[in-house]
């Protein structure tokens, strides 16, 4: 199978660009900020802090926010995922780039910036060797022979002849128990017709023969989805169905912001130390 591709959501990995910074002005002349007194308490290099952040596109539409009245009037609401501030210390490799990072610097409680990043300081240039073709079909063996260590550790009682459920999409007869080799033979049952998925990409089961069956990738053009790395299978990207053809499906593994400039509204809620 030729490598799978992979790529983003739109949850802001919070970078930094440009700042245009607000006129600024002395933090005493607010007296009091969010309701606490000041205190000329300014972030700094190691602090810890709370902060919001908006995500737009050039042309000012939003594209995501850890605001939920936001995110709900701007439309990119999600129930997935939850809609606070962030909490992180400013300081090198805290999981967001560093440029953004250190853009709160000498910020106080209540204050906003908005940072405008081009393409190579946010999500880079459109890569066209991340375009890649992949094709449709794809075959495998109904017969698939599994460590017995599979069963045994989930207290499962396996016995020749007996169905067990190697997925959520169909069972499997128990063909043979190699004892030599401590494996379990499974005949996987599948049905033609049946729609399963490779991970967040749905496949159709088109044929299903005694030795053998045949699934095709049904990707929906434009849309995106989650598949593994192929540098890292271990962690999940986002990629991006470009087009869709009767043999091959051709898959967009850059960034869905790359080649755009975006902007980041952003807040510093607080000063936790």
């Known amino acids: 199978?030729?490598?799978?591709?992979?790529?983003?959501?739109?949850?802001?990995?919070?970078?930094?660009?440009?700042?245009?910074?607000?006129?600024?002005?002395?933090?005493?002349?607010?007296?009091?900020?969010?309701?606490?007194?000041?205190?000329?308490?300014?972030?700094?290099?190691?602090?810890?802090?709370?902060?919001?952040?908006?995500?737009?596109?050039?042309?000012?539409?939003?594209?995501?926010?850890?605001?939920?009245?936001?995110?709900?009037?701007?439309?990119v609401w999600s129930p997935e995922r939850t809609y606070a501030p962030m909490t992180f210390p400013i300081k090198k490799d805290n999981g967001y780039l560093e440029k953004f990072t250190y853009s709160f610097v000498g910020m106080y409680e209540g204050q906003k910036k908005r940072i405008t990043l081009s393409p190579k300081e946010a999500y880079g240039l459109e890569n066209e060797s991340k375009i890649i073709s992949n094709q449709r079909y794809f075959?495998?063996?109904?017969?698939?022979?599994?460590?017995?260590?599979?069963?045994t550790e989930k207290n499962i009682d396996v016995q020749v002849n007996s169905t067990v459920?190697?997925?959520?999409?169909?069972?499997?007869a128990v063909?043979?128990?190699?004892?030599?080799?401590?494996?379990?033979?499974?005949?996987?049952?599948?049905?033609?017709?049946?729609?399963?998925?490779?991970?967040?990409m749905p496949e159709t089961v088109v044929e299903v023969t005694n030795e053998t069956y045949r699934v095709r990738l049904d990707p929906i053009e434009g849309e995106s989805y989650?598949?593994?790395?192929?540098?890292?299978?271990?962690?999940?990207?986002?990629?991006r169905a470009l087009k869709v053809e009767n043999e091959t499906v051709y898959f967009d593994y850059n960034h869905p912001l790359a080649g755009k400039t975006i902007m980041f509204d952003i807040v510093l809620v607080k000063i936790l130390q």
């Open 1 to 75: 199978m030729e490598k799978k591709i992979t790529a983003i959501v739109l949850f802001a990995i919070l970078i930094f660009g440009c700042i245009q910074q607000e006129s600024p002005v002395p933090p005493a002349a607010f007296g009091a900020v969010n309701g606490s007194s000041f205190e000329g308490k300014f972030a700094k290099e190691g602090s810890i802090i709370q902060a919001d952040y908006t995500l737009m596109l050039e042309n000012g539409s939003i594209l995501d926010s850890s605001i939920g009245s936001v995110a709900l009037d701007a439309k």
């Open 175 to 200: 063909v043979e128990i190699r004892t030599g080799s401590a494996e379990v033979l499974l005949r996987h049952n599948m049905q033609e017709g049946l729609v399963v998925g490779w991970y967040s």
């Open 165 to 172: 459920w190697p997925n959520r999409y169909w069972n499997a």
């Open 139 to 151: 075959e495998g063996s109904r017969y698939e022979a599994v460590p017995l260590s599979v069963f």
């Open 226 to 239: 989650s598949v593994p790395n192929p540098e890292n299978t271990q962690e999940l990207v986002k990629i």
